[in-house]
């Protein structure tokens, strides 16, 4: 009944995991059992179905397999990649698969649309070994970035040396090092791809060393060192992307709410960016490294929002101010 066949029918329908026999009855449409029975009712029902194949990987590359998966896509299913490892199609993590039911049952706003996203720190090497950065963790231009996807969208994710990982759904996410490779592969990015929005989340070197040594300098010396300002992103990545609405990130520290929104608003103007999220990394138990957050939302105008909470429910609101 949950397929369809009553008022009391399902939102969606998952088959984790799926064999080869069932892949092929529902494709040829055959309902002999339970499986079967309750995904052929749910697509003629028009209910959403997500199936995940789990079998030999040598069973994958049969060409009736081949056509028959091709087929349950020309019916809208929805098929998620088995894990290949060990000579087997393997199910997937289970938040992996959770991921796809959120995004296949969420807000569609951003279906169809490009997103590039920074996230995380970088860091810029004073000699061989020793480098300068920041406690960035990440968490939050990853939450914008997981977001991003639920909604839809085609994400790119370039993230910097952080500790944590970003979900595994963004597929062919770009992890990179020094400010420098930052900079170089989101500008080669972005003028490859046209984006619709470009959010820059990455905490990246304000600062870089003026000398690039390539040895490990002696502990028993004293040591000075000259920082240059970094090149700033935010100032050239539009002229490679100009059609691109751009969000600025902004950390401060030890600042009033106004003297936040004065220079948040004094960077977006400079850049020409369309929004800015700005917040205070010197309160307590937000910012780096947490996983809770306080930011004020600007954008054109008299366009402004002050909210806080987990970095996930802040990326919500965040495409929310975004997409108003």
């Known amino acids: 009944k949950y397929a369809g066949l009553s008022e009391e029918k399902a939102d969606l329908i998952l088959v984790a995991p799926i064999t080869a026999n069932s892949i092929s009855k529902i494709a040829t449409g055959i309902m002999d059992t339970p499986v079967t029975l309750i995904t052929g009712t749910a697509l003629g029902s028009k209910i959403p179905v997500i199936v995940v194949p789990t079998m030999h990987e040598v069973m994958m590359h049969n060409p009736a397999v081949k056509e028959n998966l091709e087929k349950l896509k020309g019916m809208d299913v929805e098929i998620l990649n ?36 920074t996230a995380g720190p970088t860091r810029a090497y004073i000699d061989g070994i020793r480098f300068i950065s920041n406690p960035s963790s990440g968490k939050m231009g990853y939450a914008v970035a997981l977001e991003a996807w639920r909604r839809g969208a085609e994400v790119k994710l ?46 990246m070197n304000d600062f870089v060393p003026e000398d690039n040594i390539d040895e ?108 108003q």
Do not use: H
Not at 82 to 95: F, G, M, S, V
């Open 82 to 117: 088995p894990l290949i490892e060990e000579e087997k199609a393997k199910i997937p993590e289970t938040d992996e698969i959770i991921e796809f039911c959120l995004r296949k049952l969420g807000n569609q706003s951003l279906e169809g649309k490009k997103v590039l996203v």
């Open 158 to 203: 370039i993230y910097g040396s952080s500790r944590l990982n970003p979900s595994k759904v963004i597929g062919g996410s770009i992890k990179v090092e020094t400010a420098k490779d930052m900079f170089e592969e989101s500008l080669d990015v972005a003028s490859k791809n046209q984006y619709d929005y470009i959010i820059l989340a990455a905490a």
């Open 216 to 323: 490990k300098i002696s502990s028993k010396e004293k040591w000075e060192l000259t920082l240059l300002p970094a090149q700033k992103l935010a100032d050239e990545i539009k002229k490679k992307s100009p059609q691109s609405k751009l969000v600025l990130f902004k950390a401060e520290y030890k600042k009033t709410d106004s003297e936040l929104v004065e220079r948040a608003k004094d960077r977006m103007e400079n850049v020409q960016a369309d929004f800015v999220i700005a917040n205070d990394v010197s309160e307590e138990k937000t910012g780096f490294e947490s996983d809770f957050n306080k930011v004020v939302m600007i954008g054109k105008g008299s366009k402004l929002e002050w909210i806080e909470g987990t970095k996930i429910d802040i990326a919500k609101k965040i495409f929310d101010f975004v997409l």
